[in-house]
């Protein structure tokens, strides 16, 4: 149980294009799902918390413009990185927190952009 | 927030013998860590946790230990195996709220 999927697992594209990933809680209801950024050899860095159904609370630094959040299911959360340029280049992983026990992440597969 | 960007700190131990990571947490009010180890180019996988009610908490092989006076918290792994090289973090979290990760430690298990 506890499965957590991210889609796509890995993405090239030109600067300036919009990407979208999406993070699915498999076989449990997640009504917070949270979306990391994480760069070589170093930890996770919190991005952004999403609540279903509402918008999405962004740490201090990531830009909400860019940075576009959906929560429309219990679920499904889908990340859009707008206008992406080679900085923003990094492993993008989500997680899901089983609304039933409220504490335990379960951590998707995360997703490789590459923007050239 | 209170997520650390630092380069990661290395160990490296010979297979067989008893690995000891070490995280020190933050926020004097978090009431739940998690420990989980990440292989290169994969997400976090969930190892064990530990509530702020307990000293100790034991698992296959691991055993991890919280001493809150000084906010520590150590996974410690028996017998390591070539298998346990990955990239371990803890994680400090409030119940209800979101998770903060330590910097994390590179194991390497030396055949």
């Known amino acids: 149980g506890a499965v957590v999927s991210q889609h796509p697992s890995r993405v090239i594209c030109k600067s300036g294009t919009s990407v979208k990933i999406e993070c699915r809680s498999l076989?449990?209801?997640?009504?917070?799902m949270f979306w990391y950024r994480q760069f070589p050899k170093q930890s996770l860095m919190l991005m952004a918390t999403s609540n279903e159904g509402s918008k999405a609370t962004y740490e201090q630094g990531v830009e909400k413009d860019k940075f576009l959040i959906n929560h429309a299911s219990l679920t499904l959360s889908t990340l859009t990185v707008t206008s992406a340029h080679p900085e923003d280049s990094s492993f993008y992983i989500c997680?899901?927190?089983?609304?039933?026990?409220?504490?335990?992440?379960?951590f998707g597969p995360g997703t490789r952009l590459l923007v050239l | 927030g209170e997520n650390v960007g630092l380069h990661l700190p290395t160990l490296s131990v010979q297979e067989g013998d008893n690995s000891i990571i070490n995280c020190a947490y933050s926020?004097?009010?978090?009431?739940?860590f998690i420990w989980y180890k990440q292989e290169s180019g994969k997400g976090p996988q969930f190892i064990i946790d530990?509530?702020?009610?307990?000293d100790k908490r034991q698992g296959q092989r691991v055993t991890v230990l919280l001493n809150k006076t000084v906010k520590h918290l150590s996974l410690q792994i028996a017998a390591t195996q070539p298998g346990d090289s990955a990239v371990y973090f803890c994680a400090e979290n409030i119940i209800g709220n979101q998770f903060y990760f330590g910097t994390g430690t590179s194991l390497t298990v030396i055949p």
């Open positions: 530990i509530r702020s009610n307990m």
């Open positions: 997680s899901a927190r089983d609304w039933q026990t409220q504490e335990t992440q379960y």
């Open positions: 076989d449990f209801q997640a009504t917070t």
């Open positions: 926020n004097s009010a978090s009431d739940y």
